[in-house]
């Protein structure tokens, strides 16, 4: 069973630029979810989608921060315009009904703003 | 709301060591519980896992069990090895509304020496 998949690995950008990010869940999940990484800290959950609808975006900073998850399969993260303080890791992670809660995490995207 | 308490680190054990990183959680309801593993430049990886009170998850040599009377779910191993250090993040999943929400600590980093 193929994982998480995300791309980039990395990237660095200049603050103001826009950036945006990539997840394909395990098949035939239909939660997935997008963490915030800040080095030394736990993840934050940004957002949360149950097919191709958002049940959980209340971190979500919607001023400069948007996702989408088209047909209910992959899912995009979209920073417009980036901060110094978004330097973070992006996790994506998908989770069944049969995982009682649990996910599958991707390696996910270090992002660092210069 | 729900939330997860870890044991600050870093912890630093000698090889063959006992490990014990403690967990607490707040919760309005029955949560399961987990706890993670992120090796350095990975994503998470799902450890062990318990749905019910008094549930113990196991793997790897890890165990920890679910204490509900404590609001408890300390990691414990009984000899530790190099290839163990890493950031170890308890978690707890309890569903609101429809969908089930994913909560973290704040982690722990465990080093290991030879």
């Known amino acids: 069973e193929a994982g998480v998949a995300q791309s980039p690995r990395y990237k660095i950008i200049e603050k103001r630029q826009s950036v945006a990010f990539w997840c394909n869940p395990i098949?035939?999940?239909?939660?997935l979810y997008w963490y915030q990484q800040i080095l030394g800290q736990g993840p934050k959950l940004l957002i949360q989608?149950?097919?191709?609808?958002?049940?959980?975006d209340s971190q979500l900073p919607k001023d400069r921060f948007s996702a989408e998850r088209l047909k209910g399969v992959d899912s995009t993260l979209k920073i417009q315009p980036a901060k110094l303080e978004d330097s973070a890791v992006y996790l994506c992670?998908?989770?069944?009904?049969?995982?009682?809660?649990?996910?599958?995490f991707g390696q996910g995207t270090r992002l660092t703003v210069v | 709301g729900n939330s997860v308490t870890q044991m600050e680190g870093p912890v630093t054990l000698s090889e063959e060591a006992f490990l014990t990183i403690n967990c607490t959680y707040t919760?309005?309801?029955?949560?399961?519980l987990f706890w993670y593993v992120q090796y350095p430049g990975e994503g998470l990886q799902l450890l062990l896992k318990?749905?019910?009170?008094?549930d113990k998850g196991s793997n790897k040599g890890f165990e920890a069990t679910y204490r509900k009377e404590t609001t408890s779910f300390h990691l414990e191993k009984g000899s530790v090895q190099v290839s163990d250090s890493a950031v170890y993040f308890c978690?707890?999943?309890?569903?609101?509304?429809?969908?089930?929400?994913?909560?973290f600590g704040s982690g722990t980093q465990l080093t290991v020496l030879p």
């Open positions: 318990a749905t019910k009170a008094d």
């Open positions: 989608f149950q097919n191709n609808g958002v049940v959980d």
């Open positions: 098949s035939g999940h239909a939660t």
């Open positions: 978690a707890l999943s309890l569903f609101s509304g429809s969908a089930r929400q994913l909560t």
């Open positions: 919760a309005t309801g029955y949560p399961s």
């Open positions: 992670a998908s989770s069944s009904f049969r995982a009682q809660g649990g996910a599958f």
